[in-house]
């Protein structure tokens, strides 16, 4: 799996002050989970969940090249077999292809398709796994948010903040990122315009992401 925007700007965006422990949901090969890492405290956890062999063995060799490779446990399993003490921030770039369609790699399959995971599994599973205060950042394409909100606040779960991503000026937004936390209230910030106009990273997305980039 190739770095996308997707989980670039979930790893930079995801709060991460006075957090501990962190739990990332289908790690893939260890990018938020690294980015995370790189962002939080030096006493900070991380564990890295990824149901796929050959990319949990791919986020194991990047945990292990990088400087955070004592902060960083890659666990070979599915989300919904992890027995372990509660997170105050769970992350997940997570599936969002509905049942029926399907893409030609087997690993991109499973990656992006709901049979793997589905939102339901997703939010109870995290619900589980989450400590009293703590909170849930996601990425999803819009029409996936929006029933990620419905499910949410059905299981006592309210949109903490939530940004719309939007790909270029000229572009309607495709992409929510979503903290949620127990309680209610929806509360949306601007739109973050990732490119502008000719092509370049926009100055608010730029900030967001420079730390992570070797040029920008």
């Known amino acids: 799996m190739k770095v996308g925007t997707d989980g670039v700007a979930l790893g930079a965006w ?8 962190i739990l990332d949901i289908g790690t893939g090969t260890g990018l938020i989970a690294l980015m995370l890492a790189q962002r939080s405290a030096a006493d900070c956890q991380i564990v890295a969940v990824e149901l796929d062999p050959g990319a949990a063995a791919q986020a194991a060799e990047n945990v292990a090249s990088s400087p955070w490779s004592e902060r960083i446990m890659v666990v070979t399993a599915a989300v919904q077999q992890l027995d372990t003490e509660p997170f105050d921030l769970i992350v997940s770039n997570p599936p969002f292809f509905q049942h029926g369609q399907t893409l030609p790699s087997a690993m991109r399959q499973q990656a992006r398709h709901t049979s793997s995971l589905s939102h339901e599994e997703l939010l ?16 999803l394409p819009i029409a996936a948010a929006e029933r990620i909100m419905l499910l949410a606040e059905q299981l006592g779960l309210g949109v903490e903040f939530a940004q719309r991503l939007i790909p270029t000026p000229q572009k309607e937004p495709n992409r929510f990122l979503l903290l949620l936390s127990r309680g209610n209230g929806r509360l949306f910030g601007n739109d973050i315009v990732i490119c502008s ?18 040029k920008l």
Not at 124 to 139: F, K, S, W
Not at 197 to 214: A, K, Q, T, W
Request: charged share 20%; no cysteine; aromatic share 10%.
């Open 14 to 21: 995801a709060p991460v002050t006075g957090v501990t422990r």
């Open 124 to 139: 109870e599973h995290g619900l589980r796994l989450l400590a009293p205060n703590g909170r849930i950042a996601l990425v």
């Open 197 to 214: 106009v000719d092509g370049s990273y926009s100055d608010i997305y730029s900030e967001m992401v420079r730390g992570f980039y070797l």
